[in-house]
């Protein structure tokens, strides 16, 4: 991969720890560390992190159901298993995606999974800056903003402190109607301390520290768009596959999910 002035690595990367809480193998001793130390305050961390991972998959499947086959996935990290290209393209082998990640390894990773695929490409970008990304040439090239695109900003948003719904406007106004906002985020709503301890880990030792929201904050970050049913609520509990995948306390897995439309 060889060396890179940009890339720091004394200090985990976020996108890095949540690969190695998937399972994945990209990730380095120090993102492994600090990944164990949120195990231990709180041992469900990677359960919520698959639960995400599930909800990126319904999600994904339900805009092609809805007919948008294009994609940008905004804070994409590294694209382990279940990625959204993998989903989209079992339901509509023509998916375009467009991964953009401010983490250079995770965009180098990104890059050689990906290789000459040429419905999928990857851009060294970060989210706030959305004029930036929208003209990256990748973007232009593969994305045709004449037809709806789904804007996916999956476990993301907790990681920008500085007004989010400016950002998201900016994306909204981007795409014609029909496109779709996927949102999911961290919350403290119906936790204990964990979350504050987790919160805690993430300022002390990553560039990227976490702010929590609640429902209503996460609501409101949909101006201009129509929420799809059920709306806002915790991961499991958006268009499960079945019953059973609903856990009998979906509040303990700290995050909300939503999907809207734009009008």
Known sequence: MGERPDIDLTRPSAARVYDYYLGGAHNFAVDREMAEQAIAMWPEVPLIMQANRAFLRRAVQFCVSRGVTQFLDLGSGIPTVGNVHEVAREADPGARVVYVDNDPIAVTYSRTILGDDPQ????????????????????????????????????????????????????????????????????????????????????????????????????????????????????????????????????????????????
């Open 120 to 263: 999928t490409t990857v851009v060294q970008q970060d989210l706030r800056h959305p004029h930036e990304v929208l003209t990256a040439p990748e973007v232009t090239d593969l994305l045709d903003f004449d037809r709806p695109v789904a804007v996916m900003m999956v476990a993301v948003l907790h990681f920008v402190q500085d007004d989010p719904a400016k950002i998201i406007a900016a994306y909204r106004d981007a795409v014609p109607p029909g496109s779709y906002l996927v949102i999911s985020h961290a919350t403290h709503d119906g936790q204990d301390t964990q979350a504050d301890e987790h919160t805690d880990l993430y300022r002390r030792r990553t560039a990227t520290p976490m702010t929590m929201r609640s429902k209503p904050e996460v609501e409101a970050l949909f101006e201009g768009y129509e929420l799809v049913e059920p709306g806002v609520v915790h991961l499991p509990l958006w268009r499960p596959a079945s019953l059973e995948d609903v856990d009998e306390h979906p509040e303990r897995f700290a995050g909300l999910a939503a999907v809207g439309r734009k009008l």
